[in-house]
């Protein structure tokens, strides 16, 4: 005799695998087998947590899950994923959560509910953007947390979890839930002293009108930033310590994801890292040393803020012949900025090098910065071993220009991004 949670897993496949077939007739029947069973909620809130535990366990956390679920389906669909990394999750003691993790989810149960945008026709028949019925209460809320996976709409719960089995590994890029261990200390590899300089020099150069000192701002800010890594690098070399690349994905938002994703590398490479792009789920990775990955981190969220204000201060656009352009004067702006940020960047990091050189000798120095630049190639290369390169077309001249006039305003690489 078969339990609840086995009928409940044969029920759940066979809508899944209607779904994915775009069969409509076969999924429709998943869906009233599942409503018909009154005690199928317990099963389907285990099998929810087996779901996203099981894509934990290829590398996803719990941001990029939930934003991939958003972006491939609605938003009811990411709460339903939130709300079982929620349960899932508050079955390990909080001493073996990694910190970055709970940070994570307290963001995606913080956020409130949304006004309720037009109806969204569900689609039934096969994969695509598929809405369910009004909107669950926020998983975050403690009183709804488990009924918001258990009494879901079936469709929702089977949508949602053909979209997990289908995810692929990821690169981890910290412990999972009850591997975290308090008790280890982590080298320190960034001066929280010049984290929070490099934050205050960014928050100025984002908050000024005048062009030149945001640009003196972030310039400061990336050379603070390269003296830091160049510094740790040689310390590490001194002392015989072990420094290991690490991951970090960033997420990319519509639209003109492939500019930004330029200007994300730009500012990768420009400090010893490198990035790729991962177009379907809407992140890109950076592989390097965890200093330089939270240099990174942090001003390309400041550039970003900065070229999408230089942006939108131009206007909407329009042609010689009153047509709007608009979207092609920002893609061509974005993709000039980040060229010529990359430019300016890998300029100020070349002289932060030589300052250096004159300081402690060209023997003593290049051969720790070939050697890390080896081990992050190295790194990217064992992750990522196959990519594909995709080119960028603009063709409004008006927005190219202005894009690299923002860029020599604001600062510092790039040339074409790389995805899987």
């Keep these: 005799m078969p339990t609840e949670r086995e009928i409940v897993e044969r029920i759940v496949a066979e809508g899944v695998f209607a779904y994915d077939a775009r069969r409509p007739a076969e999924l429709t029947r998943a869906v009233q087998a599942l409503a018909a069973r009154p005690g199928a909620s317990a099963a389907v809130f285990a099998l929810m947590q087996a779901e996203v535990l099981a894509v934990w366990q290829r590398g996803w956390q719990p941001f990029e899950l939930h934003r991939s679920v958003k972006k491939a389906l609605t938003e009811e669909h990411a709460r339903l994923a939130g709300a079982a990394m ?3 999750t508050r079955a390990y003691a909080p001493a073996t959560v990694d910190e970055r993790w709970q940070a994570q989810l307290a963001q995606i149960t913080a956020k409130p509910r949304s006004a309720a945008s037009p109806g969204k026709a569900a689609d039934p028949g096969g994969p695509g953007k598929a809405a369910g019925p009004d909107e669950p209460a926020n998983p975050g809320d403690d009183a709804n947390r488990d009924g918001a996976v258990g009494q879901a709409d079936p469709q929702l719960v089977i949508q949602t979890i053909w979209h997990l089995r289908r995810l692929p590994g990821l690169p981890f890029q910290g412990p999972l839930p009850g591997e975290a261990r308090p008790q280890h200390v982590s080298p320190k590899t960034v001066d929280q002293k010049m984290l929070d300089r490099v934050r205050a020099l960014l928050a100025k150069a984002e908050s000024t009108t005048f062009p030149e000192e945001a640009e003196a701002y972030t310039a400061k800010a990336q050379e603070l930033m ?3 890594s160049i510094d740790f690098a040689l310390l590490m070399a001194r002392t015989g310590g072990k420094d290991e690349p690490a991951v970090r994905r960033i997420p990319i938002d519509n639209p003109y994801e492939a500019a930004k994703t330029l200007l994300l590398q730009a500012v990768a490479e420009a400090n010893g890292c490198r990035s790729v792009w991962m177009e379907y789920y809407g992140f890109a990775t950076v592989t390097g ?19 999408v204000a230089a ?12 047509r709007n352009n608009t979207r092609s004067f920002r893609l061509a702006f974005l993709t000039a900025y980040a060229q ?10 070349e002289t932060a090098v030589s300052e250096t050189i004159r300081d402690v000798g060209e023997s003593t120095l290049l051969p720790v910065l070939k050697a890390r630049s080896e081990e ?15 080119s960028i077309t603009v063709s409004n001249r008006q927005g190219w220009a202005e894009g690299r006039a923002a860029a020599d305003r604001a600062d510092l690489h790039g040339r074409r991004a790389v995805r899987e």
């Design 311 to 322: 942006m939108t201060q131009s206007g909407p656009k329009q042609d010689r012949f009153g």
């Design 340 to 349: 010529r940020i990359g430019e300016r960047l890998r300029g100020a990091t």
């Design 86 to 88: 929620l349960a899932q």
């Design 289 to 307: 040393f965890p200093g330089d990955l939270d240099s990174v981190e942090l001003l390309f969220t400041s550039l970003l803020v900065q070229a």
């Design 376 to 390: 992050v190639a190295a790194k990217f290369q064992e992750l990522f071993p196959a990519l594909k390169t995709r």
């Design 226 to 228: 390269t003296r830091h």
